[in-house]
């Protein structure tokens, strides 16, 4: 699904990405984990074909970069960002925004047909949103909205899901809520990789971890092999200690030196 080879990334003279090697295999569901500023966006962005390394390979479903058309690449890929969020129009309806998905259209302007817009609202009863297909986007809450737009990539059957931080800016119910939506897809045809700074996030449907710091990958394979005390205080620089419930993984810091 993805081969990362040696990437590195220079941005000015600052090395945002050092080495990075990572393989996602069909069927592997993937967190990127690490603290803000440590290159886990900057590795979306290559994988997704909207930035283009200094040095090092990448393979992204089965094509070389480089020696392919990256825009036909990303039709097998859905992505979900922030960035997305903030192009979509607040007055359109949930259904019409989801519906855009299959064209990889931001809107309409034109006629939809039928089929196009039941598929719409079988993607929105997935993920629990059915019930608001009819209204304006702009009426949503944030969690809804995201929910909504995980809804949209759906539409075009994607092989490979890319979350970027879906969870920054909810509260405690709508992340939980997002989550289990998020759960729901994990019978799918598809791998997915998730970006976070939080532990809590990696949800059971999560099979493997990679975990970065300032650039660099220092571990990356199963989640409990991944999660460990020892890994998360070389990442985090903090006393950090965790603890499993039902699969899911919770972190508890201890106290913290400020000197």
């Given at each position: 699904?993805?081969?990362?080879?040696?990437?590195?990334?220079?941005?000015?003279?600052?090395?945002?990405?050092?080495?990075?090697?990572?393989?996602?295999?069909?069927?592997?569901?993937?967190?990127?984990?690490?603290?803000?500023?440590?290159?886990?966006?900057?590795?979306?962005?290559?994988?997704?074909?909207?930035?283009?390394?200094t040095s090092g390979?990448?393979?992204?479903?089965?094509?070389?970069?480089?020696?392919?058309?990256?825009?036909?690449?990303?039709?097998?890929?859905?992505?979900?960002?922030?960035?997305?969020?903030?192009?979509?129009?607040?007055?359109?309806?949930v259904w019409e925004?989801?519906?855009?998905?299959?064209?990889?259209?931001?809107?309409?302007?034109?006629?939809?047909?039928?089929?196009?817009?039941?598929?719409?609202?079988?993607?929105?009863?997935?993920?629990?949103?059915?019930?608001?297909?009819?209204?304006?986007?702009?009426?949503?809450?944030?969690?809804?909205?995201?929910?909504?737009?995980?809804?949209?990539?759906?539409?075009?059957?994607?092989?490979?899901?890319?979350?970027?931080?879906?969870?920054?800016?909810?509260?405690?119910?709508?992340?939980?809520?997002?989550?289990?939506?998020?759960?729901?897809?994990?019978?799918?045809?598809?791998?997915?990789?998730?970006?976070?700074?939080?532990?809590?996030?990696?949800?059971?449907?999560?099979?493997h971890v990679a975990?970065?710091?300032?650039?660099?990958?220092?571990?990356?394979?199963?989640?409990?092999?991944?999660?460990?005390?020892?890994?998360?205080?070389?990442?985090?620089?903090?006393?950090?200690?965790?603890?499993?419930?039902?699969?899911?993984?919770?972190?508890?810091?201890?106290?913290?030196?400020?000197?």
């Open positions: 699904m993805i081969h990362l080879q040696n990437l590195t990334f220079r941005r000015g003279d600052r090395d945002i990405l050092r080495g990075v090697d990572l393989e996602v295999k069909p069927g592997e569901q993937w967190t990127l984990l690490g603290r803000n500023g440590c290159g886990k966006s900057t590795v979306l962005e290559l994988i997704t074909g909207y930035q283009f390394p390979k990448i393979d992204v479903l089965g094509n070389r970069y480089g020696t392919v058309d990256v825009r036909e690449v990303r039709k097998e890929i859905g992505y979900i960002s922030p960035a997305l969020i903030e192009k979509m129009t607040l007055s359109d309806p925004i989801v519906a855009s998905g299959a064209f990889a259209f931001l809107r309409f302007y034109e006629e939809i047909e039928d089929e196009v817009r039941e598929r719409a609202y079988a993607e929105l009863e997935r993920v629990g949103l059915r019930s608001l297909a009819d209204q304006p986007f702009g009426t949503l809450s944030q969690g809804e909205r995201k929910k909504a737009l995980l809804a949209r990539t759906l539409m075009a059957s994607p092989r490979l899901l890319i979350l970027d931080e879906p969870c920054a800016g909810l509260d405690l119910y709508e992340r939980e809520k997002f989550l289990q939506a998020l759960s729901v897809l994990s019978s799918q045809n598809m791998s997915m990789l998730y970006v976070t700074h939080h532990i809590e996030e990696i949800i059971p449907i999560f099979t975990l970065m710091t300032q650039g660099k990958l220092i571990a990356s394979g199963l989640k409990r092999e991944v999660l460990t005390p020892e890994l998360l205080r070389e990442a985090y620089d903090l006393p950090i200690e965790i603890r499993w419930t039902d699969d899911r993984p919770w972190i508890e810091v201890g106290k913290v030196d400020l000197s």
